[in-house]
């Protein structure tokens, strides 16, 4: 279908603070002739980004606790048909992703997914850039990287914070990252509405010269190994790695061309959905199921599993198998336990002692294949949620936001929220990043109840000593 005829979608990233709801306010308070569809995501208990978002009559639709990047085949998809029935109200849309999220996955869907591809056309990638924190946040986060890699325009925002010697070591660096994006400075986000719609930017032969694994979906596991077994006990060993504990599925019966591959991946996706089952090194893998091998020990593990008759055994690996120096053998050896593992090395064998080295030879790879592993979100990295009722005492409230400032800031990489303060007819709205913090009256209450909406999400955040400390400051 031709791209007139479809609706172009841009979307907005940017890591967290970056000002993408600043971005987002000015695109919609200004007069465009669009009428534009959003699509918020959150991070987070409570989403706020809505209310946030000011004057704006457009259609805005929210993904509230967690990564659009992470449920790109169900949540995006179902709000994106949902808005196939009010095609009228509409002639753009606008998706702004969760700062933690890799813009990839979501750009993914409107060329996977048959039905969105004849309603939607991807216009551009947009990437938010904060020039004040920039430089500290990609050395502490790959989404950050990713984000600036794959746009089509990089928005180098708050630039009035940063001396210009460092704004033009910035945007050298940002091109060497990106050769290909357009990069624009800004100050509050204040950019031509023509700088980041209706770009007809995004070619995706352009993109899969640039990652060609781009069309690939994102699986939880890294690789497939292919195996023709006899009937018979098989060893699979692994050296130390990584990590302390590696997930894993056999399946029996998996082919070897791409379409069989392919199917056994899809199968294998549902089966890693459910709890893995720890197998400890000596156990048996069970064929078939989900498992979670440990790895703690020092020195090679062995893990074994049978097979009933000859045909193919598919291992599908949470990491490539060169990682841990993964071998498959053939064990025709009677076993014995040694320090409750099993051992295979010769160096484990003594005179006297109730160990035997299991012999066989290396099984050969007959099929294998790498794929797009599972993104995984920092485990530091969290987002805490206050949501109360009551006004704050305003000597209170700041003494509090002035001491977490102090004491946390370079830990909370975005904040977020509105306040109802004492004596105050309209609601306070704040947003911040690190220890930069800016806030300002909104709206008035009237009807509406007075009540707390706060985000904070950052590094190692302590919820409970949080909330605590602002229910100190409520009257």
Known sequence: MNMQQRVPVTILTGF???????????????????????????????GIDQALVINADEEVFEMSNGCICCTVRGDLIRVLNNLN?????????????????DPGPVAQTFFMDDELRAEYALDGIVTLVDAAHIEQQLGRSDESTEQIAFADVLVLNK??????????????????????????????????????????????????????TFLEPEYPFEWTGVYYLDTG???????????????????????????????GAEWCVRECAEPAKTVQPGEDIPVGEHVNLQL??????????????PGRVGLFTQHLPEEFDLQLRNADGEEFKLGGNFCSEPACIEEGT???????????????????????????VGSISIEIEGDADPEKLNAWLGQLLRDRGVDIFRMKGFISVAGESRR???????????????????DDPRRNQLVFIGRNLDGQSMREAFEACLI
Do not use: C
Not at 196 to 201: F, K, Q
């Open 159 to 212: 630039t009035d914070l940063v001396l210009d010697e460092t704004l033009d070591r910035l945007e050298s660096r940002l091109r060497d990252m990106n050769r290909m994006a357009r990069v624009v400075r800004s100050e509050r986000a204040n950019v031509p509405v023509g700088t980041v719609l209706d770009l007809g930017a995004f070619d995706l032969d352009q993109v899969l010269e640039r990652r060609p």
């Open 16 to 46: 967290l603070g970056s000002g993408k709801t600043t971005l987002l306010n000015r695109i919609l308070t200004e007069d465009h002739g669009r009428r534009i569809a959003v699509i918020e995501n959150e991070f987070g208990e409570v």
């Open 428 to 446: 306070f709205v704040f947003q911040g990043v690190h220890m930069l913090f800016d806030g300002q009256p909104d709206r008035e209450w009237g």
């Open 354 to 380: 109730d160990t035997q080295r299991i012999k066989g030879a290396e099984v050969p790879v007959e099929a294998e294949r790498t794929w797009v592993a599972q993104h995984e979100h920092d485990d530091e």
């Open 85 to 101: 029935k009010r095609r009228d109200k509409f002639d753009y849309v606008l998706v702004e992703t969760t700062g933690l999220a």
């Open 233 to 263: 006990r098989y060893e699979l060993s692994l050296a130390d790695g990584p990590d302390p504990s590696m997930s894993l599925v056999a399946v029996s019966g998996q082919g070897t061309d791409d379409a069989a591959l392919r199917e």
């Open 296 to 309: 703690d020990s020092p020195g090679r593990k062995s893990f074994f599993f049978d097979v009933a008759a």
